[in-house]
């Protein structure tokens, strides 16, 4: 019998980065859920790569972040997200994100995404991330 799943969002991260990237994931049947932990002290220098899945719900949790959507055409346009926002990005739009951080060195996102993302796995050791110097994915 399916029951629901309740987790804490600020607990039981993995490390992506040491001092840098803290993720964890949830996967369900039709979406996938990502808790994104970028600490100041390295998550400066984690650039991450344009990539684009199913539509996308993101909450800015702490710190603020801009969102940049990646035209066809290669144009970019941003989109801020400040502390307390969501923004709903269409599937299939290639984007990326940089990252501000707050008063505690921390940007955090709650990611929400339908149909759930390919590349998280609920074993993964080590959470999925598009990083600029990862793989294709």
Do not use: W
């Not at 800015?60 to 400040?82: A, N, T, W, Y």
């Amino acid at each position: 019998m399916p029951k629901c799943r309740v987790f804490a969002i600020d607990d039981n991260l993995k490390a992506v980065v040491e001092n840098g990237l803290y993720m964890k994931t949830i996967i369900g049947k039709t979406m996938s859920v990502a808790v994104v932990k970028f600490v100041q002290e390295k998550g400066t220098a984690l650039p991450a790569k344009a990539h684009d899945h199913g539509e996308e719900a993101s909450f800015q949790v702490k710190g603020s972040c801009s969102i940049f959507e990646v035209h066809p055409d290669g144009s970019e346009v941003e989109r801020r997200l400040p502390q307390g926002d969501a923004m709903l990005i269409p599937g299939g739009l290639s984007h990326y994100g940089v990252n501000s951080y707050g008063e505690e060195g921390v940007s955090m996102r709650l990611n929400v995404v339908s149909p759930p993302r390919a590349e998280y796995t609920a074993e993964d050791d080590t959470p999925y991330y598009p990083l600029a110097n990862r793989g294709a994915a």
